[in-house]
């Protein structure tokens, strides 16, 4: 297609007319129009132009004087767009239609509501949740500018050139102020910039929320949303102090291991502040839906140079039907996904470069759900869609994890006693993902519960914890075999997981020491990999060399995962009364001491009160880089039987075994 004639519309416009200037409505759809097609001295002469239809193009941007004002309507789906700046010239603009642009990001999202103060509707959605969002941001972005500038001015010489410091001072906040998650920060940056330029301009005067367009008073609070992803702050409450001691555990109080103790030897007293209380996953977000299982969270990894296996403030999580994407600073619910008739057990991170039509590199991040059905879905999280499904299995899928070196190669672990190494491949220039292929296939003796590439090799050898107890697979993609055995499996004769028992919970604390877990005598492991694969020769059974044996609950229920913090040398776990239990174990991993005649105890935290019903039950709290957040029952049922589950107790970092069931095939529906 090229350039756009006055004859073409008047063809495509509404009403009939020989004259640009009556015409209301215009559909360009579908015309692969790029972005030097649009002429502005033409479309300039449509100046009574409500309605604008551009979807299903290849726009990468809009031309930035259209002279449109008068314009209410503009649907771009489908398109290449990747900045949304240019809208701003479309004050009177009340619904927008952006789907299908997948380098838009939720920054993008935020730019719109920003720069658009009459919309109404975006993507079919009611507008007036983002435009909340926006204001708030807006209020502590212009209170943080204000206090960087207080404290800008008071730090200058007298004898600095004005000018030249004004300029520094707007430098300085863009790189200084920092508020909200990492997903945001192209957002906030940019209002930062906008707030400081014009804080410089009024000369420090002008400190109210600078620059936020007037919108239109709500006429009433019914126009709000009647139900939507909630994010609750408690305040005024006891922070949770954590005792060294655990409830109903006979052994006597004793400090965690590796923790800095007091002058009187005694450990210093550890709080941790509950950050928000989350209700994401109910049934039609009903906040009486107590019944809906949480299995499963992970951090977004920060995808910086300079910051491998770091994790940013932005969490994903799935239960029920739904994948929620959480920012942990703030609780705002940044996206939510569902699939009528699946219900998620895990979720995982990676990141891609796409290339796109025009020759430019994009990272996106991608986030694979697996579950009931047994297959996978690849999520594009901040454009807002699916982008693949991968029939992976045929029983319900575990867990799953990506390949820390390859971005493509995912593990799938299926109720099948599979696990499959898939390569996923990069979406095509219809941001699409072609057919995966599959690379290996690992059998296993039992169903694998959770996996884990071995830290310091992770191309050659998978760890899993299974059923039967944990094992390892060679998984070096240069050997002939596609389909392989256990190399090894591991034995803990002397502690909880003995030969034969179930492993569900299994995770390196650093390149060396791995932590995992069973099902009976209340311990947590911690093990060394290189000392204990160093005497393996030809066995194809190993007994773990083991560093030290941590206090956890004696309960007889299973299925609680652990995690770490490698960069804090933390442990964490969760147990059958709602309590987290964190361990410090540096002191374990940098000098390895011989193993404790008893088991350390650790950290505790416990169940929170219930001053304000459902709502305490679902919490998060932060230790350092990591944010942590459990959901707990109204009461926690009680059973003799290691086969027998809690009924509704749920956490996102201790979780239990998804349901066997065997899956059907179904047809998607995305809702975001």
């Known amino acids: ?63 930035a004087n259209l002279g449109l004002s008068h314009l209410r309507i503009l649907r771009c789906a489908n398109n290449q767009l990747g900045d949304v700046t240019a809208l701003c010239q479309f004050p009177q603009l009340e619904e927008l239609s952006l789907e299908g642009n997948p380098f838009l990001t939720v920054s993008d999202n935020l730019k719109v509501s920003f720069l658009l103060p009459k919309l109404r509707k975006v993507n079919g959605k009611d507008a007036s949740s983002t435009s909340s969002q926006v204001e708030n941001l807006n209020r502590e972005l212009t209170s943080r500018v204000t206090a960087h500038w207080e404290k800008f001015m008071a730090t200058r010489s007298p004898e600095e050139e004005a000018e030249k410091a004004q300029a520094d001072f707007v430098k300085s906040a863009v790189r200084n102020v920092r508020y909200g998650p990492e997903s945001l920060s192209e957002f906030t940056q940019w209002r930062v910039q906008m707030i400081s330029e014009a804080l410089v301009a009024s000369g420090g005067t002008q400190v109210h929320e600078t620059g936020i ?38 052994s006597p109080p004793a400090h965690v291991e590796g923790s800095p103790m007091g002058s009187d030897g005694s450990q210093p007293a550890l709080d941790l502040e509950p950050l928000h209380f989350l209700q994401c996953h109910s049934k039609n977000n009903s906040p009486r839906d107590l019944e809906t299982q949480l299995w499963a969270c992970a951090f977004e990894p920060a995808w910086e140079e300079g910051q491998a296996g770091a994790t940013s403030q932005t969490v994903a999580t799935c239960g029920g ?49 697996a579950g009931l059905r047994g297959l996978v879905r690849l999520l594009h999280v901040r454009a807002g869609f699916c982008c693949g499904v991968i029939r992976a299995h045929k029983k319900a899928i575990a867990t799953l994890c990506f390949s820390p070196t390859h971005e493509t190669h ?100 650093n390149e060396d020491v791995v932590a995992s877990k069973g099902n009976s005598l209340g311990t947590i492991c911690l093990w060394s990999w290189s000392q204990t694969w160093v005497g393996r020769g030809k066995q194809s059974t190993l007994a773990v060399v083991v560093l030290a044996r941590l ?89 003799s039987s290691s086969s027998e589950r809690p009924g509704n107790l749920e956490f996102l970092l201790c979780l239990r075994e998804p349901p066997k069931h065997c899956p059907r095939a179904f047809d998607l529906e995305l809702t975001i």
């Open 1 to 63: 297609m090229g350039p756009l004639s006055a004859r073409l519309l008047m063809q495509r416009g509404r009403p009939k007319s020989d004259r640009l200037g009556k015409i209301r409505s215009l559909d360009l759809s579908g015309l692969k129009l790029l972005s030097e097609h649009l002429d502005p001295k033409l479309l300039s002469r449509l100046t009574q132009l409500q309605e604008l239809d551009l979807s299903n193009n290849q726009l990468e941007t809009l031309p």
């Open 213 to 250: 367009p007037e919108r239109p008073s709500k006429a009433t609070a019914a126009q709000e949303p009647r139900a939507r992803p909630m994010a609750l702050k408690r305040s005024g409450d006891v922070s949770l102090s954590l005792s060294p001691s655990k409830r109903g555990c006979p």
């Open 321 to 369: 039907e739904a994948v929620c994407v959480i920012d942990c600073q703030t609780g705002i619910v940044l996206h939510k996904y569902k699939a009528p008739g699946e219900e998620f057990f895990s979720v995982a991170w990676t990141a891609l470069t796409v290339v796109t039509q025009a020759g430019h590199k994009k990272r996106w991040s991608v986030l694979a759900a």
């Open 410 to 509: 995912l593990f799938t672990a299926s109720y099948d006693k599979r696990i499959i190494l898939w390569d996923v491949g990069v979406p095509n220039h219809d941001y699409e993902f072609q057919a995966s292929s599959q690379l290996l296939t690992l059998d296993a003796a039992s169903i694998p519960l959770r996996l884990c590439p071995v830290a310091s090799c992770p191309e050659a050898y998978l760890l899993a914890g299974c059923e039967g107890g944990c094992c390892c697979w060679d998984v070096r993609l240069d050997q002939p075999q596609k389909r392989r055995v256990c190399e090894v499996e591991f034995v803990f004769s002397e502690g909880t997981e003995a030969p034969g028992r179930r492993v569900d919970g299994l995770a390196f604390v």
């Open 551 to 639: 206090q956890w609950s004696p309960t007889k229920l299973a299925y609680f995962s652990l995690s770490t913090c490698p960069d804090e040398g933390i442990v964490l776990c969760g147990d059958e009364e709602g309590n987290v239990w964190v361990y410090d174990v540096r002191h374990i991993l940098t000098q390895q001491p011989p193993l404790p005649a008893a088991p350390h105890a650790p950290t505790q935290l416990d169940e929170p009160t219930q001053k304000h019903g459902y709502v305490n039950r679902h919490g998060s709290v932060s230790c350092r880089k990591c944010t942590f957040t459990w959901e707990l029952p109204e009461q926690a049922p009680r059973s």
